[in-house]
């Protein structure tokens, strides 16, 4: 008899971490600390953007957090929003600072992030986060591989010694996976669409993660069996919403797998939340 793998559930394991953050701020507010507030700009309209920012604030609020929201025009200036992103570090009510991508074409979003005052740069894409975490001495992590490495937590996965593959080297997730994977232990491999035989290499992973964004690309032959499988991808098809990975098939052979959605989805945003929490510790 075949065996199927676990499903790792993320919308739990996110409610989990939502309900952990919500407990530690109302202790920081109680011995006397402000709540965590959590300033967000959305340059333009994109109505996805305004969607994830909503789920935002109402994690905040969940959480016992505050927020505020900057939503400027299209026409915007770069100088105009990089004078917002100064204020919005120099101001002292100000805990978190998230400015949503993409922003318009005209906007350099490289020189954006990079003007986020380090202590508040909750999503943690500016280049002195990046290099903070590529130096082995985190400050604020990205929020998606956070969630990764939370949910490899939450499953009891062993890192330390474990052959980790990652698949692509996006600034958003494959890079910050690396440090954060190499940081508890793992021997850390990397594949991205150069890489000449992608199965052989997955083949080795005890634990493997795909960060690539097409649709299904990891097939059973691409795992060893027992792994335990991470699947950040988001892909909107025909047949719906699915990941990087084939489900069906690879859940055949894994050992435990992440859904798509349920699975690293949901842990984005709990993350931030988290982060904006400890953003505020470290300023208090
Ligand atoms: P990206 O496009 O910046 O990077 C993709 C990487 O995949 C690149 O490094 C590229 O070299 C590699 N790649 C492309 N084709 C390949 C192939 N055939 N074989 C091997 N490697 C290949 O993407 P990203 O921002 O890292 O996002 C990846 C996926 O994760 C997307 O589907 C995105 O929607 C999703 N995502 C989800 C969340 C979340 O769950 N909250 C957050 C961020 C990204």
Redesign the pocket.
Known sequence: MKMSAGVIDGRKVSAGVRARVAAEVSDFVAGGGKPPVLATVIVGEDPASEVYVANKHRACEEAGMESVHHGLPHETTQADLLELVARLGADDGVDGILVQLPVPDHIDADAVVAAIDPAKDVDGLSPVSAGLLAGGSPGMVP??PA?VIELLDHQGTELEGAEAVI????????RPLVSLLLDRNATVTV?????RD?KAVCRRADVLIA????PR?IGAAHIKPGAVVID????RTDDGLV??VDFDAVSRVAGAITPVPGG??P??IAMLISNTLQAARNRA
């Not at 960060?211 to 097409?214: I, M, N, T």
């Not at 950040?232 to 892909?235: A, E, L, W």
């Open positions: 929020c998606t969630g698949v692509g080297r996006s600034k958003l997730v494959g594949c991205h669409s150069r890489t992608l960060a690539v964004g097409v690309l950040v991808g988001i892909n990941g990087d690293v989805g842990m984005t």
